[in-house]
């Protein structure tokens, strides 16, 4: 299948623009913007269709709020008719230090509300993810706002490597599967 479905999880609103937990949309827009594409709104998502190297990628950005990004995401995979094995889930994960992105071919929710509740919707946590670690550099019990924090001036350098590496890694996974494309990245460390 040419085919893909990209989703970038985040919340909508200036406020959270550039914020660790709107990762997933940096990563989406990054996307558009090397392609000259660009998202306009739609059915409960925002929407850009790139064709790239004969492949087509539908990229969406919920609108509908992070915990209830599944809702989104059903629709579009019913929509544009692609299957589960062809959708990809851009996500911020705490587990993971600043330094690592994870491609998975599923794999439970961690406690992340969107992919929660992806998978009520979808009713499998068996879908492709990329988690781009944020790391977890938080006082305890300030989780919520290291989270939905913009990114340090030391760290945003390092973000948007990490971001345009993704753009890539994208590529990469629709050329070539996602089994070659988890042993090129997933053992990477980014550095500057």
Same mark, same amino acid.
């Given at each position: 299948?040419?085919?893909?479905?990209?989703i970038g999880l985040g919340n909508i609103g200036a406020?959270?623009?550039?914020?660790?937990?709107?990762?997933?949309?940096?990563?989406?827009?990054?996307?558009?913007?090397?392609?000259?594409?660009?998202?306009?709104?739609?059915?409960?998502?925002?929407?850009?269709?790139?064709?790239?190297?004969?492949?087509?990628?539908?990229?969406?950005?919920?609108?509908?709020?992070?915990?209830?990004?599944?809702?989104? @995401?059903?629709?579009?995979?019913?929509?544009?008719?692609? &299957? +589960? %094995?062809?959708?990809?889930?851009?996500?911020?994960? #705490?587990?993971?230090?600043?330094?690592?992105?994870?491609?998975?071919?599923?794999?439970?929710?961690?406690?992340?509300?969107?992919?929660?509740?992806?998978?009520?919707?979808?009713?499998?946590?068996?879908?492709?993810?990329?988690?781009?670690?944020?790391?977890?550099?938080?006082?305890?019990?300030?989780?919520?706002?290291?989270?939905?924090?913009?990114?340090?001036?030391?760290?945003?350098?390092?973000?948007?490597?990490?971001?345009?590496?993704? @753009?890539?890694?994208?590529?990469?996974?629709?050329?070539? &599967? +996602? %089994?070659?494309?988890?042993?090129?990245?997933?053992? #990477?460390?980014?550095?500057?």
């Amino acid at each position: 299948m040419n085919k893909f479905l990209l989703i970038g999880l985040g919340n909508i609103g200036a406020e959270y623009e550039l914020t660790r937990h709107n990762i997933g949309f940096d990563v989406l827009d990054t996307f558009a913007g090397k392609n000259a594409v660009s998202f306009k709104p739609d059915r409960l998502a925002d929407v850009a269709e790139i064709r790239w190297k004969g492949k087509i990628f539908i990229c969406v950005k919920p609108t509908t709020y992070m915990n209830l990004s599944g809702k989104a @995401v059903k629709y579009w995979m019913d929509k544009e008719k692609i &299957g +589960i %094995e062809n959708i990809l889930v851009i996500v911020d994960d #705490l587990a993971l230090p600043l330094e690592k992105v994870r491609l998975r071919r599923g794999g439970s929710d961690a406690g992340h509300n969107g992919l929660k509740s992806i998978q009520e919707h979808l009713g499998t946590d068996n879908f492709p993810k990329l988690r781009f670690g944020i790391g977890n550099n938080f006082p305890k019990g300030r989780q919520i706002d290291f989270v939905l924090g913009k990114w340090t001036s030391d760290e945003w350098p390092l973000v948007v490597k990490k971001v345009n590496s993704c @753009v890539e890694l994208i590529e990469t996974y629709s050329q070539v &599967g +996602i %089994e070659q494309t988890m042993n090129l990245y997933n053992k #990477l460390t980014f550095s500057l």
